[in-house]
């Protein structure tokens, strides 16, 4: 059962423009979600989180969007570089799953130069 | 600093033979978790640890499946009688404490049963 969901397996964007990965959940009890990028032949990487308390959370290049209603988040990266192409995974957990993160099956970005 | 290690990096084994898969996590950290990626899917959750102790086993996919962890630090993943379905890249993560602490990821194992 899949309670988190990328349902994009790649994405191409061209430099300086915008890249946005989507994802979908299916639990509402979960209050914390995480994005981490993931290069060939590496572990994930965190990249930038977000409390469901909030809607928006920004670092630099990088804004993640929570819409709790539709039980979906999305990741802006602005502009795009070609050093970010890579597979982005987003994660949720929540009180209720103990400390178990559930993540998506991935998204593969291309940033063409 | 160091970051989380495991060994091997790769592991070619045949059906039906015992692997054994090790994490070294950062220093400090208490919380350690082991995930697998098979081919085409997202990081399947296996098992956490809290110090020495595993709450939550929900994620071992059978019994042949154990892990476990000695003075807080090293894990170890046993796979026993190991099957094809079992090829994936095993990862271990760590983290400060089992609350929100972003976790840190090894570079993952790569075990390849034949």
């Known amino acids: 059962d899949q309670q988190v969901k990328q349902n994009s397996p790649s994405l191409s964007v061209q430099e300086g423009r915008i890249s946005i990965l989507n994802c979908d959940y299916t639990n509402s009890m979960f209050d914390y979600f995480l994005w981490y990028k993931k290069y060939p032949a590496e572990g994930p990487t965190f990249l930038i989180s977000?409390?469901?308390?909030?809607d928006k959370n920004e670092d630099g290049r990088f804004t993640v969007f929570l819409n709790k209603s539709a039980k979906h988040l999305s990741l802006h990266i602005v502009p795009s570089q070609p050093g970010d192409s890579a597979v982005y995974f987003c994660?949720?957990?929540?009180?209720?799953?103990?400390?178990?993160?559930?993540f998506g099956t991935g998204t593969s970005l291309t940033v063409i130069p | 600093g160091a970051g989380v290690s495991q060994s091997p990096s790769n592991k070619v084994t045949e059906k039906g033979k015992d692997v054994e898969l090790r994490c070294d996590p950062i220093s400090g950290h208490t919380a350690l978790y082991w995930y697998r990626q098979s081919l085409g899917q997202g990081l399947e959750f296996l098992i956490y640890f809290q110090g020495n102790s595993a709450p939550d086993k929900s994620g071992l996919p059978s019994d042949r499946f154990s892990a476990e962890r000695t003075g807080g630090s090293v894990s170890t993943l046993t796979i026993q009688r190991t099957q094809q379905e079992d090829s994936a890249v095993y990862l271990c993560?760590?983290?400060?404490?089992?609350?929100?602490?972003?976790?840190?990821f090894g570079p993952g194992t790569r075990l390849t049963v034949t």
């Open positions: 993560a760590s983290s400060l404490s089992t609350d929100r602490s972003e976790q840190y």
């Open positions: 994660a949720a957990i929540s009180v209720n799953t103990g400390n178990q993160f559930y």
């Open positions: 977000i409390s469901s308390i909030k």
